[in-house]
């Protein structure tokens, strides 16, 4: 299975799938918290293989979803402790989250992915499944969705995500502007400001902002600019500042634990 994306930039489903159809032995109830650690044991096994052979985007989610269905559809239905019914697509949530939790833990390598917030992770899941194009807004919504993001509160909010029409895009540091950039709280946001300090050379300023928020000294911060770079094609804009910055990631990270010490000096 391969992806394309569309000459006009938007990222579109483009895929031979193949779908092999067996009769099924239905068995009777099948009870939720069995049901999901059946899931997620039978789910690894085919992501583990998916990403081995390099599928990403939409066919690494409708593959994982087609797994799934092998394991709760074979029961008549799935029911809580307390009898209530769980729907499919209470099921279907979960593989996403099962398949994103999967794929961002191997894209940041070293075990980083519990210390990034959930916007962070939902940009670098969309750089990894579809670079800089846009996404159909439902899709981006399900993607959101499984990154504990209601997208329709964060579009348009100053932010990397912009609703263009039926699409969604994720802003790239060269599609913002910096004196815009005025909220610290994401990562995305702070890497986004350094990227645009960095390419106007304002350094002073660049090494200031990562004093303050921490981040100069954060070894998380640094991994996620990696990952987002090997997520994209040599000629991204992006990756270029991202490579252009991280050449001088020692000299940034000294500079960054003085300036405290400079600061105390000069307050004495």
Not at 116 to 139: C, M, P, Q, V
Not at 227 to 234: D, K, Q, R, V
Request: net charge positive; hydrophobic share 35%; with cysteine.
């Amino acid at each position: 299975m391969k992806t394309r994306l569309r000459a006009s930039e938007s990222a579109a489903l483009a895929s031979s799938i193949y779908i092999v159809a067996r009769k099924m032995e239905r068995q009777g109830t099948g009870f939720y918290n069995s049901v999901k650690s059946e899931l997620k044991k039978n789910l690894g096994k085919k992501l583990d293989r998916l990403w081995q052979e390099g599928i990403g985007g939409a066919d690494y989610f409708i593959a994982a979803i087609g797994s799934a269905i092998e394991t709760f559809g074979k029961y008549e239905k799935v029911m809580d402790y307390e009898g209530n019914i769980i729907r499919a697509d209470r099921l279907l949530e979960d593989v996403r989250k099962i398949a994103t939790d999967y794929a961002v833990n191997h894209i940041l390598e070293g075990g980083i992915a519990a210390d990034i917030s959930d916007l962070t992770r939902y940009y670098i899941l969309f750089r990894w499944n579809y670079g800089s194009a846009k996404l159909h807004f439902d899709e981006a919504r399900k993607l959101a969705q499984s990154c504990n993001i209601d997208l329709s509160y964060e579009w348009n909010r100053h932010g990397f995500i912009k609703k263009e029409k039926e699409f969604i895009k994720v802003l790239g540091p060269q599609d913002r502007k910096l004196d815009q950039i005025k909220q610290y709280k994401e990562l995305i946001d702070v890497l986004h400001k350094i990227l645009l300090l960095w390419e106007k050379s304002k350094r002073d300023e660049m090494i200031k902002v990562l004093s303050e928020t921490g981040y100069g000294k954060s070894e998380v911060f640094y991994k996620v600019a990696q990952a987002i770079s090997e997520t994209l094609p040599p000629d991204n804009k992006e990756k270029k500042l991202l490579d252009g910055f991280l050449t001088g990631k020692t000299r940034v990270m000294e500079e960054t634990q003085k300036v405290p010490i400079q600061r105390r000096l000069f307050e004495v």
